[in-house]
Structures are given as C-alpha cells and as structure tokens.
C-alpha cells in the first residue's frame, strides 16, 4: 500500500511540471496517455497483488483519485491552451495608415435629410412588405381588376395574379389605415418595383417615399403647406413650387407638384427639357372610396396623399445626370456628394 501511495505522489508532482511545459495540444495528448492510460494501467496491475482487503480497497481509492486529478487537470490545461492560442491572434496596437473608409450612400443621406423634416412636422415612419397582395396594391386604393388605371403601372406578379411586387408603398397607408384610427400621419420610405427598361431615368427597382395624414378637417391647404416646406426645405427657399390638376384612381382631386428647374431657374434648359419646371411629386386628397375601404367615416374624416421617388429627386439634388450612377459602387464620387 505504502509504495503505490509514494508512487502516486512522485507522479503527481512530474504530471503538474510536464503540464507547465505543453507547447501543443498534442503534448496534452500525449501527458495524458502516459498517466491515464499507460501509469494508471501500471497501478491497477500492481493493486492485484495486494492480499489484504482492506489495504486493497484504499489503494483502489487511492488509484480513482489519481485517475479523477489527472483527468480534471488535462480538461483545465487543455480549455486554457485553447483559449490563449484562439484570442489575441492580432496586434491591435499596430496603427495602419492607409486604412480607406467607406460613405453614406447618396440616397440614405437625401432621405435621412427628408425623415428628419417629416418628423419635426410630426409624421411617424411606418414600413410594409415588399411582397404584395393585390387587394393591398390595388383593390383597395380604388383600383378593382377591371380598373383601366391599373394599365399605368406595369407589374411584376411572384405566383398568381393575387401575390406581387409592390408597386408603390401606398399599400402601407392602407395596412396602417386598417390597423389604426385617424388621425393618421405618416410617411412609408421602401423599395418598390415595376417592368421598366433601364435607361437613363428609368429602372425597375427603385426607392420611394409617401406620406398620408388623415384626419378632421383636413383640407387641400394642409397639404400644400407640408409639400411646400419639404421641397423648400431641401432645395432651398429660392425655389417655387406650383400644384397641376391630374388624375390618380385614389385621390380627388389629385395635383402633380412642379418645382422650378435648380439648373436654370426657369430660363429653359436640357434638364427641365425647356419648361423651367420638374415634376418631382404626385399628391391629392384621400378618395372617399379609400377612406371607406378601411372602414373610416368618409363624412367625418378626411385626408391627402403624395408620393416621391427618391431616386428621380437625387438626380436633381446632386445633379446627376442620369439615373444608373446610383446603383453604381463608385465611392470616389459618393465622398463627392
């Protein structure tokens, strides 16, 4: 009994100096098979030879105990050789000079600039889906299947006539409209689709922005004063604004929004195609059949609409010519912009 138990400690204190010295998992590995399983296997042998039973028994303790010190020590020594060997694989002090940042893009910097005016007048943001039901696209913005205005926007369907790719976030107002009272007022920022060919002032993705306040007593008046401080806001008070009677399916009456060219100032040029002008919104008060639609009194309650496409008024705002240079990675001109 006495020469297994000498023999234990001696191995104790040679297994915890070789467990100081690891330089790989493998000499872990390697630790631990000469004392689990070569030493310990050693000790079980020599434990046959005892006749006493009791002196037997406190040996096998002896033995497990062993056996428990080393397996606990391998685990330790192994967990901390990970963990010293997996952090710090990088010099963090070391300062590199010619690191190249990136930029906002042009797009998020104009419309962080617009949501910052929509909320200091009070509209909360509110976004949807970008996969559409029709009934929220078009049916319910008085638009039926039968309805000839429909043929004014090409559409991209996913799987049936019923699913698709909005083409306007109007079908946030409408879901917001349905889930909440008036008063209402808010702007739906997003994605939007349409089939169009690509060409200088066209895509069939881009981004737009509409907004919808509805309430009592809101008049046409209401919505000229927010259009016409948000284009003043952004292009400066140097700028005039005009309101064209046109015709949307779910607002009436419905003006198109005209602001004077920021090129020539109304002189005529390439940019305004020599009218002084640029269209640059689509607005009117809330069809009744709208309002209805969603379950408000038409009677009590009424509203305006607009929409903007943000990418058509970058162009205007940096000035850039032609609508691809948007989708274009060019960080050299961002950092222009």
Sequence with gaps: MQGINKSIEENKVKFLDELKHVKSTQDIQNINVKYLKKYVKVLY??????????????????????????ENNI?????????????????ITIFKQNIKLGTVHPLVKLYKKMEKIFINMGFSVVQGPEIELDKYNFEKLNMPSHHPARDMQDTFYVSSPSVLLRSHTSSVQIRTMQKKSPPIQIISPGTVY???????????????????MVGEKISFANLKAVLIKLLKEVFGDHVDVRFRPT????????????????????????????????????????????????????????????????????????????????????ISLWKQL
């Design 45 to 70: 042998a020599d434990l046959k030879n005892i006749i006493d039973v009791e002196e037997k028994k406190s040996a096998g303790k002896s033995i497990n105990e062993f056996k428990k010190f080393v």
């Design 75 to 91: 685990e330790d020594t192994l967990q901390r050789f990970n963990k010293e060997h997996t952090t710090n694989k990088y010099d």
């Design 194 to 212: 349409r089939v169009d060919d690509i060409d200088p002032q066209h895509t069939p993705m881009f981004y737009q922005v509409e907004g919808l």
């Design 247 to 330: 015709y949307y399916p779910y607002t009436e009456p419905s003006a198109a929004i005209d602001m004077s060219c920021t090129k020539c100032n109304k002189k005529g040029c390439r940019t305004c195609g020599g009218s002084g002008w640029i269209t640059v919104l689509g607005s009117g008060m809330v069809h009744p059949n709208v309002l209805e639609g969603v379950g408000y009194d038409s009677e009590k309650y009424t509203g305006f609409a607009f929409g903007l496409g943000l990418n058509r008024l970058a162009l205007i705002y940096y000035d850039l010519g032609e609508i691809r240079k948007i989708y274009e990675n060019d």
